[in-house]
């Protein structure tokens, strides 16, 4: 199976902040990585897909990058209800595996 | 609109099994693969079994192999997962989700809400 490895695995922003959170595979990916927002005691939620794909209803201000290995989730100017956890996924092949997850908490 | 509804949940004795049931409703369920992810307490999610459309191929992590059994029927549009021998390390809130393949690329874009599963003497 592939590994994705994420870092940080937790971050402390303030609103209106611009955050990184990266990702990496254990081999090569191509372009088929996903995010997730959760939040306490709810399911994961999509953000993007296919890289830099935003889901339906998805804020601009989350945007994806990266191809072979390395990905990088960005949230340009954070607002109060992205402070979650996030967490990426590979989508190249089955089973699809997650990275451990970063916690977004206000500074 | 789109629903994945988890049932079956609950507190059980070590060795004891349970049966997680996920009702699909507001898509046609039979044209997809379907997850089972787990999340233990304060943790990450984790792949426990998937199943290919028709139910004929079944994967499991390896710490559920030989234990868990994920099946499907179609015709009531419901994932299952039979959990047997349940050790305290399966303690965690299990969710289904759908496998959409799209551009290229796997992701779950639809999930349940949960249920959790707590195995305890």
């Known amino acids: 199976d592939i590994q994705m490895t994420q870092s940080p695995s937790s971050l402390s922003a303030s609103v209106g902040d611009r955050v990184t959170i990266t990702c990496r595979a254990s081999?090569?990916?191509?372009?088929?990585l996903n995010w997730y927002q959760q939040k306490q005691g709810k399911a994961p939620n999509l953000l993007i897909y296919?890289?830099?794909t935003l889901q339906s209803g998805v804020p601009s201000r989350f945007s994806g990058s990266g191809s072979g290995t390395d990905f990088t989730l960005t949230i340009s100017s954070l607002q109060l209800e992205d402070f979650a956890t996030y967490y990426c996924?590979?989508?190249?092949?089955?089973?699809?595996?997650f990275g451990q997850g970063t916690r977004l908490e206000i500074k | 609109q789109v629903q994945l509804v988890e049932s079956g949940g609950g507190v059980v004795q070590p060795g004891r099994s349970l049966r997680l049931s996920c009702a699909v409703s507001?898509?046609?369920?039979?044209?997809?693969?379907m997850y089972w992810v787990r999340q233990a307490p304060g943790k990450g999610l984790e792949w426990v079994a998937h199943?290919?459309?028709?139910?004929?191929?079944?994967y499991y992590t390896d710490s559920v192999k030989g234990r868990f059994t994920i099946s499907r029927d179609n015709s009531k549009n419901t994932l299952y997962l039979q959990m047997n021998s349940l050790r305290a390390e399966d303690t965690a809130m299990y969710f289904c989700?759908?496998?959409?393949?799209?551009?290229?690329?796997?992701?779950?874009?639809?999930w349940g809400q949960g249920s959790l599963v707590t195995v305890s003497s």
């Open positions: 199943i290919a459309h028709h139910g004929g191929n079944e």
């Open positions: 996924q590979q989508g190249y092949n089955h089973p699809v595996t």
């Open positions: 507001g898509l046609s369920f039979g044209d997809y693969l």
């Open positions: 081999q090569s990916i191509s372009r088929s």
């Open positions: 989700a759908r496998d959409l393949y799209h551009s290229g690329v796997d992701f779950l874009d639809y």
């Open positions: 296919g890289t830099s």
